[in-house]
């Protein structure tokens, strides 16, 4: 079973096509890299598959079923999306913001029951913040604050994990710390994540497949180790690139 799979999927805004004519299957149970330069249309690819826009043609079907059909309700139970900037949270705790995930759950007015706070406990447990609980999330590093976010897609319950430009504001050690969150929930849970990244380096270190963009068609689409050649890199970002490895992992330099 796919996990996304799309079928000549366009987006136009007015005057313009951000993704033309897109073919393309992601399986489940991994990390994919969404990479390409500024303006390839990375973003705009993960709202279209999050639900968040419907595409102009084409069609896209999430688990084997269209994402259309899907009520938002029951997409938020089993999909997560964390946009590049995340939404003001102020006043707000952290325990507070991770149970904001169980609104698919139980709605605007319904009771927290067992489940519910068993399921917020589990999320702050997986994502190591059980000591930042009673913090104002305005307080937090930015690591802890996105650690703090992940927590709250895990309390929807999520299967799948939508990342934009997760550790673009981060510092390398808190880089590696989100990265390391996110690969391990799938190597370890099953679970599945698409993050778009810019950082061609912590790509190759912890995602399991990449898909690129250009101009809103699609580069490469296959096993991370096809993105860490000098041709692939040229062909995405138009610039020469030194490919070495080190400790078994590859890495990219501008020539």
Known sequence: ?????????????PGR???????????PGMVT???GRNGSGKSTL?????GQNRPSTGRIAYAGRDLATWSPRELARDLAYLPQVT????????????ALGRFPWRGALGRFRPE???AVDAAIARCHVGHLRDRLVDTLSGGERQRSWIAMMLAQGARTLLLDEPISALDVAH?????????????????SAIVVLHDLNMAARYCDH?????????????????????????NIYGLRMHVAAHEGHAFALPR
């Open 33 to 35: 890299a969404l990479i």
């Open 210 to 234: 990449v898909v690129a963009l250009g101009s809103g068609r699609l580069l490469l689409d296959g096993p991370i180790g096809a993105l860490m050649t000098p041709e692939a890199l040229l």
């Open 87 to 98: 939404p003001p949270a102020e006043g707000m705790l952290v325990e507070e913001l991770v």
């Open 17 to 27: 096509r951000l993704i033309e004519g897109l073919d393309l299957e992601i399986r």
């Open 46 to 50: 993960l709202k279209l598959i999050s």
């Open 116 to 118: 519910d706070h068993a």
């Open 1 to 13: 079973m796919t996990l996304f799979t799309l079928s000549g999927v366009s987006y136009d805004v």
């Open 175 to 191: 880089q590696v710390e989100v990265l390391d969150l996110v690969h391990g929930m799938c190597r370890n849970e099953g679970l």
